[in-house]
């Protein structure tokens, strides 16, 4: 009979997991793949160089598991909007506002996107998971349009791709273009109530945009 590991160093095992991909998050946000050092996220951590590539291999295997686990924490979001039984209209705004907010709080998330455009994609081509990841997504707007559709709210010439390609787009740009679009505008992404009416307003669009017939 094979030892099983001790509960606790379980729990250690996976707190250690945990910072490290928090704190590579940030570096790989910050830095990007190239500039990132495995040396820089380990003095952030309570660990060493030698446990990172202990749990992740190297900096690659590091990379690829914050790619992927950055990806997995919105459709954990996602998914945990619970719309079954809430009107297909009120549905649809829940979930473009739920995107928005976790935009906003996960802005690395959003850097991490950008950084794997800018390698065309170099890195996620290698995370086939996150295709299966991603599914539930265009699943969520299936049910939530199909509906709307049988309610006779929502125009029948909309795909849920096209939905979700609307509100991560606006949700993205919140972040992405923060910084240029401010100075140019004079516009404060981050002062509260601009927020709150840029976060009103995407539940508006895709409502409105659906219940055009």
């Not at 919105?74 to 719309?83: G, P, S, W």
């Not at 990841?133 to 909309?158: C, H, M, N, Q, Y």
């Not at 509100?167 to 002062?191: K, M, P």
Request: aromatic share 8%; net charge negative.
């Amino acid at each position: 009979m094979t030892d099983q590991p001790r509960p606790e160093l379980q729990r250690d095992a996976a707190r250690t997991r945990t910072e490290l991909l928090k704190v590579a998050t940030e570096v790989f946000a910050e830095s990007g793949y190239s500039g990132a050092r495995v040396d820089v996220i380990a003095e952030r951590t309570s660990t060493t160089k030698r446990m990172i590539y202990y749990y992740f291999g190297g900096k690659e295997g590091l990379y690829l598991a914050v790619l992927e686990n950055a990806y997995l924490g919105i459709r954990e979001a996602e998914q945990k909007l619970q719309v079954d039984h809430v009107d297909p209209v009120e549905a649809i705004r829940r979930l473009a506002e739920l995107t928005f907010d976790h935009h906003i709080a996960h802005q690395d998330f959003i850097r991490l996107v950008s950084i794997e455009n800018i390698h065309r994609g170099a890195y996620i081509n290698r995370l086939e998971s996150l295709r299966e990841i991603s599914r539930p997504a265009t699943s969520l707007l299936d049910d939530i349009l199909v509906r709307g559709r049988e309610k006779k709210l929502f125009r029948d010439d909309v795909e849920a791709l096209d939905v979700h390609i609307v509100i991560s787009s606006y949700c993205v740009f919140q972040v992405a273009n923060r910084h240029t679009f401010g100075f140019l505008f004079g516009v404060d992404f981050g002062e509260v109530s601009q927020r709150a009416h840029l976060r009103r307003m995407i539940g508006e669009v895709v409502v409105g945009w659906l219940t055009t017939h």
